[in-house]
């Protein structure tokens, strides 16, 4: 008989003691396949494309109307004092023509405007020529104008203009009828405050003055005094220059509003990616947003990543000392 | 029990064996193997009795489909066994000498006494691989998944744990 059906002839049976020990134990009842593992990864990965979905289908939704919150302008007293009123940009649809929206000025307050509108025309280099005629003929003029025909693109025009405020009104209304509007911003900031304080600071310098240089006209001033008001004079003569030469460019920004206007050619945006159906923005979206999801994955996978080779390297390590511990 | 008549009852990968009937069928084999594995039949014992609670308390991960139930639990007994070695070997070196007394009949019942010296004098991961692929008749991917390593290094293993077994029985007859 060789050594290995010795061994297995004479192969030791386990002791009842233990027959019975093992035997008390009884097991839960089983659930079935492993499918935890399965279910998790893909309950993740439903809720990483729902997330995108959603992610993608609030993003695509129609844009608004060219609109203004009149509820801001300082007429209806919501803010009286140097504040910024800001109008939500907007998009004009591609199709129909929309008037550029402008609060009505309010009566009394000195306020300046800064406008910002993108125009869809025919022709560029006509268009901003009759824009800036139509400053010139509301009074304003042309800061800077940037005309450009790019090779195998369409051409686009930046204008800077300065609008009497009182025609900012009609200058807006003419200059969105150029062509289509396709974007408006507007912003009203109250200046009314700041003139005031101003005023008020110059009234005070002018009193100061005059009773600094009431003072100095006494003989019987002392030399050392004397100096000292001189000193005190020149210093309020040149705090005095500086008030002035604020309000008056505190005026000057009332009295004037700023337009910044973007001419563009009808091919130029025809290329834009704003004319996707809803479908296809909700899809570009839902895409993007799989990117960043993506992106953090990868990100989080990089960082576990040194994590991951620390634990292999400690298994690793673990085998090779159970080996060397078994085969003493 | 006798190895043959086990190993033709061993239930096919994929089926669904009741805990019980595993518990009939693979006992003794856990045993033997422990046995084998440490050399010390009363930690055998001990441990099969570990290895079956924690059977039970993973039957529910249990996947008949990834592996034979035997395969299953001498994966377990062998983590319960690695345990045991290193408490043992911290115990070893505390104790500084290690002198225990070994039943005359360790490795089997009845086994000639060169063989049961030569088993003795083996390592223990030598007496692991000849448990594995002779008394409990694994085949060889199942043997070497439960040794954790490839299926050439478990023949191989296998090949000199045997030839080193021939060779001091011999050596004990002579």
């Known amino acids: 008989m060789s050594t290995i059906d010795l061994l297995r002839a004479h192969a030791p049976a386990a002791p009842e003691e233990l027959h019975r020990r093992v035997s008390l134990l009884r097991p839960a009842p089983r659930r079935g396949p492993r499918l935890r593992p399965v279910l998790v990864l893909a309950a993740a990965a439903a809720i990483a494309v729902l997330a995108a979905v959603v992610h993608g289908f609030s993003t695509s939704a129609p844009t608004a109307q060219p609109q203004t919150k009149q509820t801001l302008t300082p ?13 939500a940009p907007a998009k004009a649809p591609d199709t129909a023509r929309a008037a550029v929206a402008v609060p009505a000025p309010a009566p009394g307050r000195l306020q300046h405007t800064d406008a910002s509108i993108r125009v869809r025309v ?22 800077s104008v940037r005309y450009r025909t790019p090779q195998n693109r369409a051409a686009v025009s930046y204008i800077e203009l300065r609008i009497p405020a009182q025609n900012v009104k009609r200058a807006l209304a003419q200059l969105g009828g150029l062509g289509t509007l396709v974007s408006q911003q507007l912003s009203i900031e109250d200046l009314t405050s700041t003139l005031e304080r101003q005023s008020a600071q110059i009234a005070q310098l002018r009193r100061r003055i005059a009773a600094l240089q009431a003072a100095l006209r006494d003989p019987s001033l002392p030399d050392a005094q004397r100096v000292l008001l001189q000193i005190k004079l020149a210093e309020s003569k040149r705090a005095l220059a500086q008030r002035l030469h604020g309000r008056k460019a505190t005026l000057s920004a009332g009295a004037t509003s700023r337009v910044s206007l973007v001419l563009e050619n009808r091919k130029h945006a025809a290329a834009a990616p704003h004319h996707r159906g809803r479908v296809g923005r909700m899809l570009h979206s839902a895409v993007g947003f799989l990117a960043i999801e993506g992106t953090v994955l990868l990100f989080a996978l990089i960082v576990a990543s040194p994590f991951a080779i620390a634990l292999t390297l400690l298994w690793l390590w673990r085998r090779r000392a159970v080996d060397r511990l078994l085969m003493e | 029990m006798n190895a043959a008549s086990t190993s033709l009852r061993l239930p096919r990968a994929g089926a669904q064996p009741s805990f019980d009937a595993v518990v009939a069928e693979q006992l003794d084999a856990v045993y033997r193997y422990l046995v084998y594995l440490t050399g010390d039949r009363s930690a055998a014992e001990d441990l099969a009795a570990e290895t079956f609670e924690k059977a039970f308390r993973s039957w529910r991960r249990f996947d008949p489909r ?59 991961g030598e007496r692991e691989v000849i448990a594995l692929r002779v008394l409990l008749d694994l085949d060889g991917p199942s043997a070497a998944r439960v040794l954790g390593i490839s ?8 090949s000199r744990a045997l030839k080193r077994l021939e060779e001091m029985t011999n050596d004990v007859d002579d």
């Open chain 2, 151 to 158: 299926q050439t290094a478990c023949s191989t293993r296998l």
């Open chain 1, 122 to 143: 025919d022709d560029v280099g006509n268009a901003t020529t009759r824009a800036t005629r139509i400053a010139t003929e509301l009074g304003g003029y042309a800061q």
């Open chain 2, 66 to 124: 990834r592996s034979a139930p035997r395969t299953w639990l001498c994966s377990i007994a062998r983590g319960v066994a690695v345990d045991w070695f290193r408490a043992e070997t911290r115990r070893r070196r505390r104790e500084d000498a290690y002198a225990r007394e070994q039943p005359t009949e360790l490795f089997g019942d009845g086994l000639p006494g060169p063989v049961e010296a030569a088993l003795r004098a083996l390592a223990p």
């Open chain 1, 75 to 87: 007429e209806n007293g919501a803010a009286a004092s140097g504040s910024v009123h800001s109008f």
